[in-house]
Every structure is written in C-alpha cells, then in structure tokens.
C-alpha cells in the first residue's frame, strides 16, 4: 500500500525566509504532483514531476523529484504573505488514482 | 480548457434526506472521473472512480449503497449522498481526466444537521 508522508505539517515563517517541504512516499510511483489549497477552497495545479531529478519552478515555488531516495522537496525562497496556504504532494498509485500526504500548513507572517 | 462546474458550491441538509452533487466538464470530454472526500484540516481521500457507462469503482471503506455515483455521459458525473448523516459532513471534490492531464472541480461543502 502507497503511503505518503510530508513534514513538516505545520509552518510559521517570516517574510523573506527560505524553506523546504518534504514529501516521502513508499513504493515506486511515475508521477508526483504538488497542490496548493486555499482555506474553502480546492486544489490548484503547481508542477507535476515525471522523471527521476526533474526540477520545476514558478516564481518563488521550487520543486524537485528523487525517485531513487522516493523524495520530493518543494522549496520556497523569500516567502511572501500570498504564498500563505496549506501545500499538498500526492503521488500516482496506478490506475491514475493518486494517493495525497497529510498536507503542509503554511503560514507566513509580515 | 478544461473548465470543470462543480454544483452545487455548498448545501446544508437535515439529517436522512439526499443530497446530489454534480461534476460537470464544460469544454472537454472527461473520460475518467474520480470523487474526493476532504474532512475539515485533514487530506484528500479517494472515493471512488468512475468511466463513463459502467459502474463506479470504489475505494475500500466506502459504501456504495450511499454514495451513489453516475457516470452517464463524458461530460457529467454525479455523486449521490443517500441518507446523509452529520459524519457525511465534508468536502467533496471531483477530478476529472481529459486528453492533457487531469483538472479538479471546485468542491462541495456538504453540512448535515
């Protein structure tokens, strides 16, 4: 059974700092993929990774994929209040059904 | 493209009656459509899966028989919550496959009381 883990869950940074999210994921997967959901909301697209030492990135949001060490960070770099958001990685079981991580609480005070 | 009507946005219903919830592709054929159930602050989970003319798949620990899932065209998906109770209370999202990739609906707060 894929399990899917991220951590940290919950993140309170500063404007302007960098952080990483991880994403672990158990069994082998050709695809990952990150989401963004604003509370009330659903789930906006980030990147979708599908190759071993794929690296995407949008504005601030830096994404990579190690599919050797089943791994997937998604960086951001000089945090800025809108980014605030809980980030989801899921991961393709097969079948196109995707299994998600726990989620990442995001916050990022002025 | 791949704009995706998910309706209704939010429903309060009394506890026992039905509440239908439709998933809509409005510039695509989605030959796949799979249904999420989100509690408040926890994951996504998967529901079930559905092509278009069969029967739904559904996940382990998910019953069928009240929540009902019709797939009848490319373009329409439905989710029936029969019977709801307070615990059926969530967010219910579709994701929908299309020639490009897949795209998710809008999501629908359900609140039984």
């Given at each position: ?10 993140l309170?940074m500063q404007e302007g700092k960098n952080y ?56 951001i770099t000089a945090a ?28 990022i005070n002025? | ?113």
């Amino acid at each position: 059974e894929l399990k899917v883990e991220q951590n940290p869950l919950f993140l309170s940074m500063q404007e302007g700092k960098n952080y990483t999210i991880y994403c672990n994921y158990s069994t082998t997967s050709d695809r990952l993929y990150w989401y963004r959901q604003d509370p009330g909301k659903s789930l906006e697209s980030l990147f979708v990774l599908l190759s071993n030492g794929a690296v995407k990135q949008e504005g601030r949001l830096m994404a990579s994929l190690d599919t050797k060490a089943r791994l997937s960070t998604l960086h951001i770099t000089a945090a800025v209040h809108d980014l605030s958001a809980t980030y989801f990685c899921a991961v393709d079981q097969g079948a196109q059904k995707l299994v998600f991580g726990q989620g990442t609480r995001l916050t990022i005070n002025p | 493209g791949a704009v995706v009507s998910q309706h209704p946005s939010w429903v309060i219903c009394k506890s026992g009656t039905s509440v239908k919830i439709e998933c809509r592709s409005l510039d695509f054929q989605a030959t796949t459509m799979f249904w999420y159930r989100q509690f408040p602050k926890q994951s996504l989970m998967l529901m079930a899966t559905s092509n278009e003319g069969s029967k739904a798949t559904y996940e382990q620990g998910v019953e069928k028989d009240k929540f009902l899932i019709n797939h009848a065209s490319l373009t329409l998906s439905t989710l029936t919550v029969t019977s709801a109770h307070p615990e059926d209370s969530s967010f219910y999202i579709c994701r929908l496959k299309w020639v490009f990739g897949y795209t998710f609906g809008s999501g629908t707060r359900l609140t039984v009381v």
